[in-house]
Structure formats: structure tokens, C-alpha cells
């Protein structure tokens, strides 16, 4: 199994510990200045969303972790979960002592739940020491976690759809605002975070943000979980510094020879061996650790055809661009590989795309084309003219 | 369904509705257990939730229908999920595919006519660096080979009873 030397070095509860005995505006600035950004791929400032979240006025307010871990290629979050959960619960724990919360959900998708017995065990040993409860180590807090099962959709890793699945709805995003920092699970004020960013503000309480900022680059600071998979020699999860360029990630795991990577699963880019050199963080390659590695005899039209094949079928069909379009794009992508695809077509193509981007409701649809547009970019000189083939669109 | 059944089913809601309590949020456990129990979620249990919860029945109808592992069609008792997002897809998941479809005689999205195994595809488990992997109701296998495919459904099989495995001459594990 995967190992993550930082998490393996952190000592149980004494980030709980050192937060009980600061005040909830304390423990936001310390996140704030570590400059913990979510690790769930959307990167948003988490002491901002916590400091909102603590400002917000309500008697009762919800700590959500998402490990609806959808993303194709991510699976960081499952060898979190087996491995560190007293770290992500300790997470939670933190944040709702920063925001006032009692209440903790653990978002669990349908397709983990093997992972769930493990969890609910980790859940009743910190009821049993008192590090959740009624009075957490005699400091007179309240706070407990229960987990929910998910129910087999992707989008519900969008933090509103997420909440809609809870409340008992289909899971379709919400328009945003109001965010959940002020409305979010049933109305009250909810934090939404990623399994990863809660383990790490963790670690941020036990060893200070300068520790944290250490590492990594001026806008995205410290160190990032990576799933990596596909074709390369040492498929797994591993840790890297923010900032790491791909070149330098492909050389640990042994995929030097690798025509183009998949950063941030199949919302993310599709990066060509002539950009090896970009740096993976946040003012570059954004990404929620996802790295799909593609060797020299992959056609990068299976890929994208494997890509909006995944978009079409978990797009919660409630605005148009995103619903339709997915099918156009993996249409078009058909077309193109029965070589019955004008240059016209696929500019019209390339057009929709950029419309979904800008039209759509949320993340999905607003994501979904980028791999589509990146390959045509990138690799256009593959695509047109192919031998006609009996696979007609 | 016969009368008896239908009120065991509805008790057996009724119960659910109990542990979780009578509101909307409890809406997708109850629906989970359901599914998990009875391999369906069919009209009737529709019907009964929505009643419980006080909601009109189009409601819950418009939940089952949304999430893969719930949704109104009956099930087997053994579904199986093989992935087909990208790195199973790389990983040669076609070729477990075909041994599974020629092992059980089905293809993907029907259930054997025992109502013993369904195929259905899944996208994305999170084992990319172990693919092709697949999971059976909740149990995941990885690495999964065409050869191994035959193993794993005996594995199923066992607990139908014996008589019920292709070959007499199972080896017990």
C-alpha cells in the first residue's frame, strides 16, 4: 500500500490539541496564513472559506468532507481515508472548533463503501477518548460525525450537489451565491472541504504555517497528494511540493517516454510532451492530483472519446450547454475517428466547446471540454483525414 | 406480489422511515437499504417511502431515477461494475469485459435470467493504478485478468450453494 511520509510523521491529535487551546479566529488565521488552498482540484483559499463560515451567523452550522472522490484517475482521497482518517476526522474536529459547527458529515461515495466499517470504527475509538463528543477532551466543545453513503453520481462531488444529495434531492448544483459558507445544507451555514485539505490543515495546526509555506511556491504553498496512473512504471499515490514541473513527476514514476499527461483528471488539461517543463500548481497546471500518463501508442482520440463517453453519461442534465453539448463533443469525437469529420465541423466543435465553458451551470459542464479542446490544440495534425472506418457516428 | 410480501415490505419501510427519521433527508438512506435488501426499488416501495415522508411519489421516483446505484430496474443478486474510465480502459478492460459477458451469457445492463448476476458498467472506482478493476455489490477486485474473471463469479456462486456452481469440484478458499 501507498505510503505519505509527511502524514506518517504526524503524531495523533496534537493539531487537536494546540486548536482547543486557541480561540476560533486564531485557528482561521493560522490556516489563512498557511496558505492552504482546497486540495479537491477547485482551489479555493480554505482559510477564507473558513473565516466566512465562522462569520456567518447561524445556531447551527454543518462540517461537510467531501469524499465523493469522482474524478477519473483520483483516488488519493480512498488511500487517505484507509490509512490517515483520524487525520482527516482531527481535520474536521479543527475546522468546527474555527467555525462554530456541532454537527460533521462525512460524504462517502456509494462506490467506497467497503471503506465504511473501517471509517465507523475510527469514528467510535475517537468517541470512546473523548475526541469527539459531547465535551472533547474536557475543553467543553461539542462536535460529532456521521457518514453518509453517496449514491453513484459524479456531480455530487460538486459541494452543492453534494448538499442536494444530503437534503434528499437528485444531485443537481446549485446556482451560486449564495455559497454554502452562508446557505448551504439545509440552509444553515456549511463547510465544504476536500478529504486531503482537511488532513493537511491538520498537520498546519500541529506544525505552524510557516512549516506549511516552506514548501511549494508563493501561490500555491505546501505539498499535494498525487494519484498517478496509466502508463508509466510506478502507478500509486505519492506526495510532491506544489510546483513540481511534469518533466520531474514523470521522472519518479517512471514515465519518461510519455507522449502527453492528463493533469486534473477528465475535467483537467491535456499537457504534450513539448510543455513538459510547466509547473503543476495553481498559477499553472491546476490540478486535484489526478496524473493520467498516456505512452507513445495511445491514439488521443480514445482518450477523448473515453473522456465525454464519462461526461455524457454523468452530466445531471439540468442546463443545456452541459447536456447537450457532452453528447455533440463525443459525437464529433466519433466523427473523427471514422475520418467523416470536416475542418469545419470541428471548428463548430471547438466553438460549442468554448460556449459550454462559458454557459454552463457548474464545474461539469464548464470543465468537460478542456481535454476535447486541449487535444485539438495539441495534436491536430493527427486528427483530420483518418481511413474511413465501418464505425459510423 | 402477493399481499404478505407487500406488507412485509412496507413494515420493513416503515422501520427504516423509524431509524432515520420521517423527513426528506432521510430520503436516500431509506432508498439505499431498500436496494440493498430487495435488489429493487420498485412502485409500490415508492409509493410507501413517499408516503412516510410525506412527499408525493414523483419525488422519490425523480431520486431513484437519478443515481446509478439506486434506480427502479430489479437487479441481481451479485452486481457486477466493471470500469470503464481511462486507466481501466488502457489497462485491456474490454477483454475482462467479453470473459464476463461469455462466462454469464449476458451482456452489459441485463441480469441473468436466475436473477443471480448483473453486468453493469461503472465509471471511475479510484483503482486507476490497479485497474481493470471491478466491484462486485460492494466488494472491489483489481487487477482483474480475463482468466481470473471465472474466479470470481464461483466465488459468488459458492454462496447460492453448491448445486448452483458451474463445476461440482469446487476448491474452498
Known amino acids: 500500500m501507498s505510503q505519505i511520509p509527511t502524514f506518517n510523521a504526524m503524531p495523533p491529535n496534537l493539531g487537536l490539541q494546540r486548536a482547543l487551546a486557541m480561540s476560533p479566529m486564531e485557528i482561521v488565521k493560522e490556516i489563512a496564513d498557511s496558505g492552504l488552498k482546497g486540495r479537491g482540484g477547485a482551489g479555493f483559499s480554505t482559510g477564507i472559506k473558513w473565516e466566512l463560515a465562522a462569520e456567518a451567523v447561524s445556531d447551527r452550522k454543518f462540517i461537510l468532507c467531501n469524499a465523493d472522490e469522482g474524478e477519473p484517475g483520483t483516488f488519493k482521497d480512498r488511500v487517505i481515508l484507509q490509512e490517515y482518517a483520524d487525520l482527516v476526522f482531527e481535520g474536521m474536529t479543527i475546522a468546527a472548533l474555527a467555525v462554530g459547527a456541532q454537527e460533521g458529515i462525512l460524504f462517502l461515495r456509494g462506490e467506497y463503501t467497503y471503506l465504511r466499517a473501517h471509517l465507523e470504527a475510527v469514528l467510535l475509538a475517537r468517541r470512546e477518548h473523548h475526541l469527539l463528543g459531547e465535551n472533547i477532551l474536557g475543553f467543553g466543545s461539542a462536535f460529532d460525525i456521521r457518514i453518509f453513503m453517496g449514491a453513484g453520481a459524479y456531480i455530487c462531488g460538486e459541494e452543492t450537489g453534494l448538499i442536494e444529495c444530503l437534503e434528499g434531492f437528485r444531485g443537481e448544483p446549485r446556482n451560486r451565491p449564495p455559497y454554502p459558507v452562508h446557505r448551504g445544507f439545509l440552509d444553515c451555514p456549511s463547510v465544504v472541504n476536500n478529504v486531503e485539505t482537511l488532513a493537511w490543515a491538520a498537520c498546519i495546526l500541529q506544525r505552524g504555517a510557516p512549516w506549511f509555506r516552506k514548501v511549494g511556491t508563493e501561490m500555491s504553498t505546501g505539498i499535494k497528494i498525487f494519484s498517478i496512473s496509466g502508463d508509466c512504471e510506478r502507478p500509486g499515490v505519492f506526495e510532491f511540493p506544489m510546483g513540481i514541473t511534469v518533466k520531474e513527476l514523470l521522472r ?4 519518461e517516454d510519455a507522449r502527453a499527461v492528463q493533469i486534473g483528471g477528465a475535467s483537467g488539461q491535456c499537457i504534450p510532451a513539448s ?16 496524473v493520467i500518463v498516456f505512452g507513445p501508442q495511445r491514439d488521443m482520440l480514445d482518450v477523448i472519446e473515453n473522456f465525454l463517453g464519462f461526461f455524457a453519461d454523468e452530466s445531471c442534465g439540468q442546463c443545456t450547454p452541459c447536456r447537450l453539448g457532452n453528447r455533440k463533443l463525443l459525437e464529433g469525437v466519433k466523427m473523427l475517428k471514422a475520418g467523416t469529420c470536416s475542418m469545419a465541423y470541428l471548428n463548430e466543435l471547438c466553438a460549442l466547446g468554448e460556449t459550454m465553458m462559458i454557459a454552463s451551470k457548474c464545474g461539469l459542464g464548464q470543465s468537460s471540454p478542456c481535454a476535447f479542446l486541449s ?19 | 406480489m402477493l399481499m404478505t410480501e407487500r406488507e412485509f415490505l412496507a ?7 423509524n431509524k432515520y427519521g420521517r423527513s426528506r433527508t432521510s430520503l436516500v438512506p431509506i432508498l439505499q437499504e431498500v436496494k440493498r435488501k430487495y435488489h429493487k426499488i420498485d412502485s409500490y416501495a415508492m409509493q410507501v417511502t413517499a408516503d412516510l415522508l410525506g412527499i408525493h411519489p414523483v419525488e422519490v421516483n425523480s431520486v431513484v431515477s437519478f443515481y446509478a446505484f439506486l434506480g427502479d430496474r430489479p437487479q441481481g443478486q ?7 474510465t481511462i486507466s481501466c480502459a488502457m489497462a485491456e478492460k474490454d477483454r475482462v469485459m467479453r470473459q464476463l459477458e461469455n462466462d454469464l451469457g449476458i451482456s452489459f445492463g441485463q441480469t441473468t435470467p436466475d436473477g443471480k448476476f448483473t453486468l453493469e458498467w461503472a465509471n471511475c472506482i479510484g483503482m486507476c493504478d490497479q485497474g481493470p478493476a471491478l466491484l462486485v455489490n460492494e466488494r472491489v477486485f483489481t487487477r482483474v485478468t480475463p482468466e481470473s474473471v471465472h474466479a ?3 466465488e ?5 450453494g453448491q448445486h448452483a456452481t458451474e463445476r461440482k469440484e469446487v476448491h474452498l478458499a
Open chain 2, 156 to 160: 459468488c456462486r459458492r454462496a447460492f
Open chain 2, 11 to 17: 413494515a420493513e419501510i416503515q422501520s427504516l422511515a
Open chain 1, 375 to 393: 487535444v485539438v490544440r495539441n495534436f491536430r495534425e493527427e486528427l483530420m483525414g483518418r481511413a474511413h472506418t465501418l464505425t459510423h457516428a
Open chain 2, 78 to 84: 451479485y452486481v457486477i461494475r466493471l470500469c470503464r
Open chain 2, 152 to 154: 470470481i463469479l464461483e
Open chain 1, 275 to 290: 510543455q513538459f517543463d510547466r509547473a503543476i500548481a495553481f498559477e499553472d497546471i491546476p490540478t486535484g492530483g489526478s
Open chain 1, 252 to 255: 519518479h514514476v517512471g514515465g
